[in-house]
């Protein structure tokens, strides 16, 4: 009888101990989950917190989830991405130039060297983009040959001998940024020409300092200003705004090949589109539009010869105040 008791209670303490030890963690975990969620990165933080609740009102899509931002929220995610960027990333814009435009309201907010001729590196793309439309039929077949090939880098995984309709390479040159796919598209159409169409664009929307050697970017020769970018961003999502809801796309698949956008804003709500660029002469550049604040104005970045684009970015985003 003595060991029956012994056995009852003991188990009984075991549970009651067991019961407190949870309580606490449950209560010590609700005490340290928004510190923990806020000092991570925007991008980590994010798979935290739907890890942590995964009934928060978010969606999921094809297995990759949704995050949704009120305007308030939307700036407190802001401020904890500039918060969550390293030391060294706080001593001010490292690009030598850059303009933060309302384009709602014609606006600009901030701007440093708004017109000095800069290397742009991939931001060519874009023009790329707009005169392959205006030029190519979309279902052309166009051959991906050893030409096409022969130029630096390839992104899109192509083999020599594939063929691809002129809309499908679009993709791959707005979401990975594809050399050859520009190149490709130029010489489709014709080198000489098709670049000369490209400069006689940018001319005709006002882009006077505006200047394309080559359709990728790759060449130091393609310049343009901070100035000039914003307007031919401001046109594009009038004028042709697949264009810009193409470079928002996660993932793309076309027969055995698979594209993923590399840009890190692409799962903030209020991120519209853009792209980035890289050469050793240009540094990083960017051109990206968002939609921020109560009254969802289109706000335009464009950051030239960066040391830190994505910091840049998002110091920029701060200045935003409604």
Excluded: C
């Excluded at 063929?163 to 000489?192: C, H, I, Q, W």
């Excluded at 903030?268 to 050793?280: A, R, V």
């Amino acid at each position: 009888m003595k060991q029956f008791f012994v056995v009852v209670f003991g188990g009984i303490s075991a549970i009651a101990v067991g019961i407190g030890i949870a309580y606490s963690g449950a209560y010590v975990w609700g005490d340290i989950k928004p510190r923990l969620v806020s000092i991570l990165p925007v991008s980590l933080s994010a798979t935290v917190a739907s890890a942590i609740k995964p009934t928060d009102g978010t969606s999921i899509s094809g297995g990759k989830r949704t995050i949704r931002y009120t305007a308030s929220e939307e700036e407190n995610l802001i401020n904890a991405a500039a918060q969550a960027l390293p030391a060294a990333s706080g001593k001010g814009i490292t690009a030598k130039g850059y303009i933060l435009k309302n384009l709602t309201l014609d606006d600009v907010t901030v701007e440093h060297n708004p017109d000095q001729l800069m290397p742009i590196a991939s931001l060519t793309k874009l023009a790329t983009a707009v005169v392959a439309r205006r030029l190519i039929d979309p279902n052309e077949r166009i051959i991906v040959g050893r030409n096409v090939m022969a130029t630096y880098g390839n992104t899109a995984g192509f083999r020599v001998g594939e063929t691809f309709k002129a809309s499908d390479l679009l993709y791959p040159l707005l979401m990975v940024s594809s050399n050859d796919s520009a190149e490709a598209f130029a010489l489709a159409y014709g080198r000489p020409q098709f670049i000369r169409a490209m400069n006689d664009w940018a001319q005709s929307i006002g882009a006077y300092r505006t200047y394309f050697a080559d359709a990728s970017g790759l060449s130091s020769q393609n310049v343009s200003t901070v100035n000039d970018l914003t307007l031919m961003l401001d046109w594009i999502r009038k004028n042709d705004p697949m264009i810009i809801e193409t470079t928002a796309l996660k993932s793309k698949t076309i027969r055995s090949h698979t594209w993923v956008n590399p840009t890190h804003f692409l799962s903030w709500s209020y991120y519209i589109g853009g792209k980035n660029g890289y050469t050793t002469e240009a540094n990083s550049t960017g051109a990206s539009l968002f939609t921020l604040g109560k009254s969802k104005n289109v706000y335009a970045i464009v950051v030239l010869g960066s040391g830190n684009r994505d910091a840049d970015v998002i110091k920029l985003l701060e200045k935003v105040r409604e």
